[in-house]
């Protein structure tokens, strides 16, 4: 069975400070790793995907990923109340294979 | 009109009534995607068209059948649909099997 682990929260950060988001999975053929942020009553969008080995930054976002034990996580640095949503992983597999498997995700509630 | 959008945005059904649901994409992606996102669950796969062949179905009932006329376009026929089939019905696109998903804004269903 492939399963992406999250914690669902919810996580309260006050604003200003690092908000630490965490997914473990259990397939280690796992070869391309998302975060996508879901507001409230919206769909999800995409806000960093991964693919190899460390850290990869975009802005206040870092993704880090770590194969060997089989996790990925998000960092969010400055956080900001606008950043208070639902942020949930996503794995998929190599080889062809069309099925991004999401975990249930995380909360995170920035407060001022 | 530029990324993936889905109509209707909201309906409501009868278990006796039979209606479709649309989604459109104008990125130029080969693979599209049907979802079904209840409160409290992660993500679950429906359909995946690659190239206008369904290649995958995961384990769907066929109450709900997908129609994939092109690239561009999928449609998602009910028919004599449960209650506890009311969820957020969210299409997306990819351009391949690593990349990221684009996700429409959803369709909200609510089978009465």
């Known amino acids: 069975q492939k399963e992406v682990e999250q914690n669902s929260g919810p996580l309260s950060v006050p604003e200003g400070a690092i908000a630490s988001l965490n997914c473990t999975y259990s397939?280690?053929?796992?070869?391309?790793f998302f975060w996508y942020r879901q507001y409230s009553g919206k769909s999800p969008e995409l806000i960093m995907f991964?693919?190899?080995?460390g850290d990869k930054e975009d802005g206040r976002f870092t993704a880090q990923l770590n194969k060997a034990s089989q996790y990925v996580s998000l960092l969010i640095r400055d956080s900001q109340p606008s950043d208070s949503a639902t942020y949930l992983c996503?794995?998929?597999?190599?080889?062809?294979?069309?099925?991004?498997?999401f975990g249930r995700g995380t909360s995170l509630i920035v407060h001022p | 009109e530029t990324g993936v959008t889905q109509t209707p945005r909201h309906l409501v059904m009868g278990m006796t009534n039979k209606k479709s649901l649309k989604c459109e994409q104008h990125?130029?992606?080969?693979?599209m995607y049907w979802y079904k996102q209840s409160a409290k669950k992660p993500l679950e796969l429906m359909f995946v068209y690659s190239l206008e062949e369904r290649v995958e179905n995961n384990s769907v009932p066929s109450r709900f059948s997908p129609e994939c006329p092109n690239s561009s376009h999928l449609f998602l026929h009910l028919h004599t649909l449960q209650p506890e089939d009311s969820a957020l019905y969210l299409c997306?696109?990819?351009?391949?099997?690593?990349?990221?998903?684009?996700f429409g804004n959803g369709t909200r269903l609510t089978v009465t």
């Open positions: 397939d280690r053929g796992s070869q391309s």
């Open positions: 991964i693919y190899s080995n």
């Open positions: 996503a794995v998929t597999l190599s080889g062809g294979s069309y099925i991004p498997t």
């Open positions: 997306a696109s990819s351009e391949g099997s690593v990349s990221p998903l684009h």
């Open positions: 990125l130029g992606h080969n693979a």
